[in-house]
């Protein structure tokens, strides 16, 4: 029996938060059972098809609630790209400063470029920085054309997560916060690209 109530979603969260400290192959079902303290039985029960479908799943939920909560408000038509990008930055800001490891996703994607076969979670990580390029392209159309916004929006969501890497190598936020300052300049200098 469960030493307490568990439901998917508290797997899920629990789950994320290991994989973000030690890494999907570095992670275990023994881990997630012990750091969920449940029998690993139990994690078959909500994934039959074992860590690679809980994987998805953790993918899925991190993609969704950025989809959701930031993503979405670069496409507020009521708003300045400043404002947006100051509720977008607080939103980033607010999830990266409070968790150990730094970003699922791009840890993910670092993890899994070194495995000989693509794992089937991939394309889920494709689509997060994709729609994350997206997003920051919306901010960047009043200050470039819209290819120029594009690759803004590219160098923009490299920088970020460069930051974020750095971040956690050194334990010094600086990091992150000069990548988003980076962004914000973006914002107010018009290109020509």
């Not at 400290?21 to 039959?48: E, M, V, W």
């Not at 609630?65 to 400043?82: G, L, M, N, W």
Request: proline letters at 6%; a neutral charge; aromatic letters at 12%.
């Amino acid at each position: 029996m469960p030493a307490q109530k568990t439901s998917k979603e508290r797997l899920i969260v629990q789950a994320m938060q290991l994989f973000r400290r030690q890494g999907y192959y570095n992670t275990s079902i023994g881990d997630l059972s012990k750091a969920c303290d449940i029998p690993k039985s139990h994690f078959y029960y909500y994934f039959p098809d074992g860590k690679e479908q809980l994987m998805d799943e953790v993918l899925m939920a991190v993609r969704d609630y950025f989809d959701q909560r930031v993503f979405q408000i670069a496409y507020k038509t009521e708003q300045s790209p400043e404002s947006k990008w100051q509720q977008i930055r607080q939103k980033l800001e607010r999830i990266f400063m409070n968790q150990q490891g730094g970003c699922i996703m791009g840890l993910t994607a670092l993890e899994t470029s070194f495995v000989p076969q693509e794992p089937r979670f991939v394309p889920a990580v494709r689509n997060y920085f994709e729609e994350m390029i997206l997003a920051f392209a919306v901010l960047f159309q009043p200050v470039s054309s819209p290819e120029g916004a594009i690759l803004l929006a590219q160098r923009s969501v490299q920088d970020l997560q460069g930051g974020l890497m750095l971040m956690q190598l050194y334990k010094d936020p600086q990091y992150f916060h000069q990548a988003l300052n980076r962004i914000e300049d973006s914002l107010q200098t018009p290109t020509q690209a």
